[in-house]
């Protein structure tokens, strides 16, 4: 990771400062996040922000990628996650091991 240009723009763990709290399963994830809501969310942010709407598409998107399950508080409800079918959240992080921080990632990306 870099330092960022603008200071405290990102979270220290993002500038490779040593961390007790963040593995490697939260850098995965936070990357993944970051890609997945750009590609899919920032784009058009500020034109659905001026409609004061999102379209139904963004929701199907987000629904399909399963990314809506980070929503759920944490632990996730595994064993029913997995009798769905769903081991995986964006090919990166096993849902047995999605945490508290995970969540606190992804509502920092979103």
């Known amino acids: 990771m870099s330092i960022p240009i603008i200071p405290f723009s990102e979270p220290p763990y993002l500038a490779g ?3 007790p709290y963040y593995k490697e399963t939260h850098l995965k994830w936070q990357k ?11 784009d058009q942010a500020l034109e659905w922000d001026t409609i004061e709407t999102l379209p139904e598409s963004v929701f199907k998107k ?5 990314m809506l399950i980070p929503s759920l508080p944490a632990p996730l409800p595994v064993e029913w ?3 769905l079918g769903i081991h995986e959240l964006l090919g990166v992080l096993k849902v047995e091991d999605f945490d508290y921080i995970h969540t606190m990632i992804y509502c920092d990306e979103v």
């Open 62 to 66: 987000f629904a399909a990628a399963n």
């Open 32 to 42: 993944a996040c970051r890609a997945f809501i750009q590609e899919n969310l920032i």
């Open 81 to 83: 996650l997995k009798r």
């Open 17 to 19: 400062l040593p961390s």
